[in-house]
């Protein structure tokens, strides 16, 4: 079973919930088996959660949005921006959904998709995305390069890698975007925005 995989496969839907408090914003969320990090914010997406830069008018586009974490924090940040998440699992986009609606966000939809072709044409303010690692390299390469088509004019790719994988990423975003910080860090991941200047 892969939580990249569209329809992940197990014996019995073991549903929880849990409650966590991310800068500052007291969230309730629904997790299962079959979508990443199924008993806890795992420390890649607590990180960025904890460091993305969202203005309040912002349209955010979560790639990758698993339960949701990090695109219903982005809504909150944003109250007269738009969130789009986007999963290609569909256990994901339910459990998004249902997350969503709990945490009483009205300014985020889910979608189903592979990568952005769930947002065809239609460019953000921001990327944000802890991408799925064991995917493999060429899949996240897409999703940083293709990421460029949908970002507005200065729009920023905002994502969170694990430390041992950073070089990789790295060389990745600076041979695609004109502007690429390392803004945060913690024991196991690393946070990066990527910016085009055009």
Not at 127 to 149: F, Q, W
Request: proline share 4%; glycine share 8%.
């Amino acid at each position: 079973m892969h939580y990249y995989d569209k329809e992940p496969t197990f014996k019995e839907l073991r549903v929880r919930k849990i409650r966590t408090v991310i800068r500052g914003i007291p969230l309730t969320l629904v997790l299962a088996p079959g979508v990443f990090s199924s008993e806890h914010v795992d420390e890649g997406t607590r990180l960025l959660a904890e460091n993305m830069v969202i203005m309040s008018d912002w349209d955010i586009l979560d790639m990758g949005c698993g339960y949701g974490v990090l695109g219903i924090v982005a809504a909150k940040l944003a109250p007269k921006g738009k969130v789009v998440m986007v999963d290609i699992n569909k256990l994901a986009v339910k459990l998004a959904m249902m997350n969503t609606r709990i945490n009483s966000v009205s300014n985020a939809e889910v979608r189903w998709g592979d990568l952005y072709n769930a947002v065809a044409g239609e460019r953000f303010n921001t990327v944000i995305s802890n991408p799925p690692i064991t995917a493999g390299l060429e899949l996240n390469r897409k999703l940083i390069i293709d990421a460029r088509e949908h970002l507005r004019p200065g729009g920023l790719l905002q994502i969170v890698v694990p430390k041992k994988l950073r070089s990789r990423f790295e060389e990745i975003l600076f041979e695609n975007y004109d502007v690429v910080e390392r803004v945060a860090k913690s024991g196991s991941h690393v946070v990066f925005i990527a910016k085009l200047m055009r």
